[in-house]
């Protein structure tokens, strides 16, 4: 039987999904999936046990060679991310919300349960992030 590969669209899909269905069973509740607008798009938008608005990045990793994938939110993502934080809280009237960024990082490997790893407060927004 042949396996077809997963192109980098369906991986980050899958990656998604795992990460809303783990996040779920922690309690979480979605609130939005992949939120977009011309700067880009947040993979996932929940709300936490504790009522934090969470703003969820997902990397997902199939092949283990470039280092843990949660690892790959560098200093421009970040900013990206918090721009867009910044206009959902305003499009949404969240503006009055505690909120945090975690990221998700899940390996992928053959003939193997997906590793899932969530960081709480992966980073924090700074001023130059912002309009």
């Avoid at 590969?5 to 999936?33: D, I, M, P, S, V």
């Avoid at 934090?52 to 560098?74: C, H, Y």
């Amino acid at each position: 039987m042949t396996v077809l590969r997963e192109n980098h669209k369906q991986l980050g899909a899958r990656g998604e999904a795992l990460a809303l269905e783990h996040l779920l069973g922690k309690g979480y509740r979605l609130r939005e999936k992949n939120f977009r607008n011309r700067a880009g798009e947040i993979d996932l938008i929940v709300d936490s046990p504790e009522g934090t608005l969470v703003f969820v990045e997902v990397k997902t990793d199939r092949s283990g060679q470039a280092g843990i994938p949660e690892g790959w939110v560098q200093a421009k993502k970040m900013r990206q991310l918090q721009r867009l934080a910044q206009r959902f809280c305003h499009e949404r009237g969240q503006t009055e919300r505690d909120m945090r960024f975690d990221v998700v990082g899940i390996s992928l490997r053959e003939n193997g349960a997906p590793e899932i790893r969530h960081l709480e407060n992966a980073f924090l927004p700074d001023a130059s992030g912002y309009y």
